[in-house]
Nanobody, 119 residues
Framework: VQLQASGGGLVQTGGSLRLSCAAS????????MGWYRQAPGNEREWVAD???????TYIDSVKGRFTIARDHAKATVYLQMNSLKPEDTAVYYCKIDASGDDGLRRLYWGQGTLVTVSS
C-alpha cells in the first residue's frame, strides 16, 4: 500500500489550499483516513479524521476552517483548508488504517506535503 500526498504550497494568510492523498496498491479495505501535521521544532500532531462511515473529527484549532472528506471509489482523502493562518504552517501527512492482501490491518503514512502560510 502506498500513499501519495499532494496539494501543499505557499499561500498568504486567509488563503486556501486543498490537500489530497491517494492510496494505491493491494488494498482490501480502508477504515479511518486522517491528516497529521508537523511544524518546525514541534512534534507531529493529529489534525482530522474521517471514518469509513463519514464521521469526521477535528483538532480544535482547525474547526470551522478545515474540512476533511474522502472518495471511497478513488481511495483518496482530502483536506480543504480555508482561512489559513501562519500557525498552520507545517508538513502535512496523511494516514490510513487499511487492510492489505493478507487481511491484516495496518497504519500507512504518506510522504508529507509542505504547507507554508505567509503573514
Amino acid at each position: 500500500v502506498q500513499l501519495q500526498a499532494s496539494g501543499g504550497g505557499l499561500v498568504q494568510t486567509g488563503g486556501s489550499l486543498r490537500l489530497s492523498c491517494a492510496a494505491s496498491g493491494s488494498i482490501r479495505g480502508i477504515n479511518t483516513m486522517g491528516w497529521y501535521r508537523q511544524a518546525p521544532g514541534n512534534e507531529r500532531e493529529w489534525v482530522a479524521d474521517i471514518t469509513g462511515g463519514g464521521r469526521t473529527t477535528y483538532i480544535d484549532s482547525v474547526k470551522g476552517r478545515f474540512t476533511i472528506a474522502r472518495d471511497h471509489a478513488k481511495a483518496t482523502v482530502y483536506l480543504q483548508m480555508n482561512s489559513l493562518k501562519p500557525e498552520d504552517t507545517a508538513v502535512y501527512y496523511c494516514k490510513i488504517d487499511a487492510s492489505g492482501d493478507d487481511g491484516l490491518r495496518r497504519l500507512y503514512w504518506g510522504q508529507g506535503t509542505l504547507v507554508t502560510v505567509s503573514s
